[in-house]
């Protein structure tokens, strides 16, 4: 079981409360993604879980059990740094083995567990090596290795893929979802990087200084943003905002619409432009198409063989349907 | 060409070293001059045969490892101890550097006569206050005490190296090992003190070449004594050539030092030197 559930959580560093109180049920087997902005909380939040910070005040409850006095070591869960935190003076073998070490298992059961964590990540050839003789990607396994080999109730990841570069970023998001529909453990995973949150999830906790804008499913974040924060921080590339005349036409505030939710041709549409910048990826091309009457920038996708030149005039079509309106306040009218 | 630089180094080495090899022949006493003459191996089997000559190599080794065993275990502690977030740190750690900067000479003058003094000295007014007997220091445990002034002067170096090294420990791999299980002894001994290894075998090799010619603190403290009980190999020489004013034997000597200093020199790059190698 991996229930984890927090109620009225906050932390104050001296003066300084960088998360006030909040609430939040992680279900067991739940892959859950904190997103955010740098500086917002969320990996502060996870480690008031791993209980590597004290909690200022409310509690930490793991299966029903109140944690909040418990040390980190004995909340049965592991953890995936950001630099990884490998120990360099030990093997693979013997880096994986630590927690095992550490728990007084016999040696048949360690080298068993750490020979079918080797296999699973495919570190076996590796074992006898230091962690400075690996590449990024071998190392971050390593990392994943020592965490799974403990049977944790639930896994806990600091960014543990900022330090990859694009390429590796995409296999290894695949390899840890991949882990999670295998081991069915409870995973809770901090990123500033919304497409990993988008793509890994099953349910985003977005923050924002140390508050949670909106809890959800990415879909559900996608559709139905609650604010004008996780509207645009959702979505790539970002959703468009309108305000002034056209906005009050709607009766909002202010309105979003996302680019791929704009038509862009050369002859129908009701909102008159320039295409300036167009960024091509092969399957789509993006327009940045300056409005003049509308005194904004709108990002627009098209398909990756559109033709439309830096220059052009166009005229774009938004799907009305598919319109968000906020108000005043950045809450999303419904 | 050879560089000037390196010629003038050449010289300031090489002819000390090579007068030293010549007068370690000769039988040359300072009340005798004038008479010097070729004695061959003499001087060296005389300082070999001395039985002060093996008391003093004894107690140099006895002096070496006393203070590196003290100061690394110690600096090891005053390290984690300084890492920790305390109310005046600053200070606390400038205070601790200090006894690197008092010289030999005054650390050792200061210790034997105002904490070491059987009537005087701190210690044997705290033991007065005890009821105790005062307990004479230099002529009961006179090598125990050397050590003691010794490892006082080369605690900070040792904190200070220690310290350094600490500092840069990753603390996410500390917070790995806590969350992995392992309590504060276990964190020390699997990844405190390997991250330390290195900067454990710096000190090894500074302070074994710096003690190993330890002179200024016997001098002023025991002149060697009582006996030889503090006669290391360094006052050994000193004594023969400028004691017994035989120049010849104090020469002898003092190419001895240099030929054993090498072998420990080269005992501890092959045991601990590989600690260097990244």
């Known amino acids: ?334 | 060409m050879i560089s000037p630089a390196v010629a003038l180094l050449l010289c300031w080495m090489l002819v000390p070293l090579g007068l030293t090899l010549y007068f370690s022949f000769l039988r040359y006493n300072l009340l005798m001059p004038g008479m010097e003459q070729w004695t061959g191996w003499t001087n060296y089997y005389f300082f070999l045969t001395d039985p002060s000559f093996w008391d003093a190599i004894r107690n140099t080794l006895t002096l070496v490892i006393g203070v590196l065993i003290i100061t690394i275990i110690g600096g090891v502690l005053l390290a984690l101890l300084l890492d920790q977030e305390m109310w005046g740190r600053n200070i606390v750690r400038l205070l601790v550097i200090a006894p690197f900067f008092v010289m030999p000479t005054v650390s050792a003058l200061v210790w034997k006569n105002m904490f070491m003094n059987p009537v005087n000295g701190l210690f044997a007014q705290l033991s007065g206050l005890l009821g105790l007997e005062p307990f004479d220091f230099f002529a009961h445990a006179p090598l125990s005490s050397i050590i003691a002034i010794v490892s006082w002067q080369w605690l900070p170096f040792a904190t200070l190296i220690l310290l350094t090294a600490l500092q840069s420990l990753d603390r996410e791999q500390l917070e790995a090992s806590e969350m992995d299980g392992a309590g504060s002894i276990n964190r020390l001994l699997f990844i405190v003190l390997p991250h330390l290894a290195r900067a454990i075998t710096v000190v090894i090799l500074i302070q074994t070449i710096f003690l190993l010619s330890i002179f200024a603190e016997i001098l002023v403290t025991t002149n060697g004594g009582p006996g030889t009980a503090t006669t290391n190999l360094t006052f050994l020489v000193y004594a023969q050539s400028l004691l017994q004013f035989d120049v010849g034997g104090g020469s002898a000597g003092g190419v001895i030092a240099i030929v054993l200093a090498n072998i420990v020199a080269i005992f501890l790059m092959r045991m601990i030197g590989r600690n260097l190698d990244a």
Request: aromatic residues 6%.
């Open chain 1, 1 to 334: 079981m991996g229930l984890i559930t927090l109620k009225n959580v906050s932390k104050s560093f001296d003066d300084v409360e960088v998360i006030p109180p909040l609430d939040l049920e992680i279900r067991d087997g739940e892959f859950v993604v904190f997103v955010g902005p740098s500086g917002c909380g969320k990996s502060t939040l996870l480690r008031l879980i791993a209980g590597l910070e004290d909690i200022t005040s409310g509690r930490v409850e793991i299966d029903g059990v109140d944690v909040t006095e418990v040390p980190p070591a004995r909340r049965r869960l592991a953890m995936v740094f950001q630099s990884y935190a490998l120990y360099p003076h030990m093997s693979v073998r013997k880096n994986i083995a630590f927690p095992l070490r550490m728990a007084k298992l016999d040696k048949a059961e360690q080298s068993r567990r750490v020979e079918s964590a080797a296999h699973v990540l495919n570190l076996t050839e590796y074992l006898d090596r230091r962690p400075g003789q690996l590449s990024g990607g071998q190392r971050q396994r390593v990392a994943i290795g020592r965490a799974i080999v403990r049977e944790p109730e639930a896994f806990l990841f600091d960014e543990p893929l900022s330090n990859l570069d694009a390429a590796l970023r995409v296999n290894m998001r695949l390899e840890i979802s991949e882990l999670h529909q295998s081991l069915k453990t409870t995973m809770i995973y901090v990123t500033h990087d919304q497409v990993e949150a988008m793509t890994m999830a099953d349910k985003i906790v977005v923050l924002q200084a140390g508050v949670i804008e909106q809890v959800g499913s990415p879909l559900e974040l996608y559709h139905n943003p609650r604010n004008l924060f996780v509207a645009s921080f959702i979505g790539s590339p970002k959703m468009n905002f309108l305000r002034g005349d056209e906005a009050d036409r709607h009766g909002a505030h202010t309105i979003g619409i996302r680019p791929e939710h704009i038509r862009i041709s050369a002859n129908e549409g009701e909102w008159k432009g320039t295409v300036g910048v167009s960024e091509h990826l092969g399957a789509d091309t993006f327009f940045h198409v300056r409005c003049e009457e509308l005194g904004a920038t709108l990002t627009v996708r098209a398909d990756g063989d559109n033709p439309l030149q830096y220059g052009d005039s166009v005229l774009l079509a938004p799907e009305l349907a598919k319109l968000q309106r906020f108000d005043a306040d950045g809450l999303r009218i419904t």
